[in-house]
């Protein structure tokens, strides 16, 4: 594993073609496709882009080394093993690249849908997820997301976008 610049993710995109790119889709957040062929089990809730396919990111429907280069931006919190993943996106691309939130990133605490806590250096705990819990990330959400001026003011701060980014390697 090998951490990463954000101007490393825009020569690798720019360089590197096909690009697959997981998690691309639906949720709360409006698709951004960044790869020739895009992946998400959501289907998105705007325009579903043509190079859009429906699929769970450790079941890619995709033949061995495909693509020169897989994305998966702010997905392994998401999915049931992280590690199965990362093995399917190791299979279907030659280089894999993959962002997670850091620790004090706001929105890693204002996701109920997280099942992973992210710790740095790329690595994964169960979320300690209960009743409260939820209720107070689906609170977070709500207030960050707002349209007061402290909300507004909020996602201008540095801990709204942090992120690592990882090429990962298949000795993980």
């Given at each position: 594993m090998k951490r990463l610049k954000e101007q490393d993710i825009l020569q690798l995109l720019d360089s590197d073609r096909?690009?697959?790119d997981v998690g691309s889709g639906g949720g709360i957040f409006p698709s951004v496709p960044r790869g020739d062929i895009c992946v998400d089990i959501d289907i998105p809730s705007r325009t579903v882009p043509s190079n859009f396919v429906r699929s769970d990111a450790s079941h890619l429907p995709f033949r061995?080394?495909?693509?020169s280069l897989v994305i998966a931006f702010n997905v392994l919190e998401h999915v049931e093993?992280?590690?199965a993943c990362i093995v399917e996106f190791l299979r279907v691309g030659a280089k894999v690249v993959c962002r997670q939130d850091k620790f004090l990133h706001i929105p890693m605490w204002a996701t109920p849908e997280h099942?992973?806590?992210q710790l740095?250096?790329?690595r994964f705990l169960p979320f300690p997820r209960t009743r409260l819990g939820i209720r107070?990330?689906?609170w977070l959400r709500s207030f960050v997301l707002g349209k007061s001026r402290f909300a507004?003011?909020?996602r201008k701060l540095p801990l709204w976008r942090n992120w690592a980014y990882y090429q990962v390697w298949?000795?993980?």
């Open positions: 096909p690009v697959l061995s080394g495909a693509f093993s992280p590690r099942l992973w806590l740095p250096g790329f107070l990330s689906v507004v003011l909020v298949p000795d993980i």
